[in-house]
């Protein structure tokens, strides 16, 4: 089975700072989807960004960044020029190799990260 | 983007009564809907997955005869929580894969219940 592991509960930043969130995971498939999804207060799961496995080249959306380490199964997600709306509780998400029908996420704990102005 | 919206987002019921949350894929047909539960400052864990005319697969622990699914369309999927009680108190989630598009969720609005 696969786990997803995040280290930091809890992380604060001042605003327009950079702040990197860990992910560790854990699984025995070559191939595989990882996500970051962020859930606000509004509980809505927005998804941050996306990285296939068999890319090396590390995914980026805007201000969005994450460094891959496949061989390290590490998934850290950067944000770049924080801002207040980024304050919201943050996923990291494993998915094995999805086939139609079986997208099934794993998740792991979340860390809660506030923006302070 | 496609859009998944439930119904309803907030519900208070009786200890005993049953519940339905609805997961409807708005613009597109959903391949599948998988059900989540979160509890209060925790993480999402995945319930049960429901394919359109069959029936659901529950992950482990899950009763599925408390947590009826059913999947009636490429559009719609049901959750009904039977003989509520206040452990069954959470937010549950819904998301739907879109048909033709592998490994893409869309999530919905999620469900507060809350069993007095």
């Known amino acids: 089975a696969q786990t997803v592991t995040q280290s930091q509960p809890e992380m604060s930043v001042q605003e327009a700072e950079t702040v990197t969130l860990s992910c560790t995971y854990d699984?025995?498939?070559?191939?595989?989807?990882l996500f970051w999804y962020k859930q606000p207060p509004s509980r809505q799961m927005i998804l941050v960004i996306r990285?296939?496995?068999?890319?090396?080249q590390n995914a980026t959306e805007n201000r969005f960044s994450v460094n891959f380490q496949k061989a390290a199964k590490s998934f850290s997600l950067k944000i770049s020029d924080s801002q207040l709306g980024d304050t919201a509780m943050y996923f990291c998400?494993?998915?094995?190799?999805?086939?139609?029908?079986?997208?099934?996420?794993?998740f792991g704990t979340g860390t809660r990260l506030t923006i302070i102005p | 983007g496609a859009v998944v919206s439930q119904h309803p987002s907030r519900v208070i019921c009786k200890s005993g009564t049953s519940v339905k949350i609805e997961c409807r894929s708005l613009?597109?047909?959903?391949?599948?809907m998988f059900w989540y539960r979160q509890f209060p400052k925790q993480s999402l864990m995945l319930m049960a997955t429901?394919?359109?005319?069959?029936?659901?697969?529950?992950e482990q622990g899950v009763e599925k005869d408390k947590f009826l699914i059913n999947h009636a369309s490429l559009t719609l999927s049901t959750l009904t929580v039977t003989s509520a009680h206040p452990e069954d108190s959470s937010f549950y989630i819904c998301?739907?894969?879109?048909?033709?598009?592998?490994?893409?969720?869309?999530f919905g609005e999620g469900s507060r219940l809350t069993v007095l």
């Open positions: 429901s394919n359109e005319g069959s029936k659901a697969t529950y």
């Open positions: 990285q296939e496995a068999y890319k090396q």
């Open positions: 613009d597109f047909q959903a391949t599948t």
């Open positions: 998301s739907a894969t879109r048909r033709g598009l592998s490994g893409e969720l869309f």
């Open positions: 998400a494993f998915m094995k190799p999805p086939n139609f029908g079986n997208e099934k996420l794993t």
């Open positions: 699984t025995s498939e070559n191939n595989y989807y």
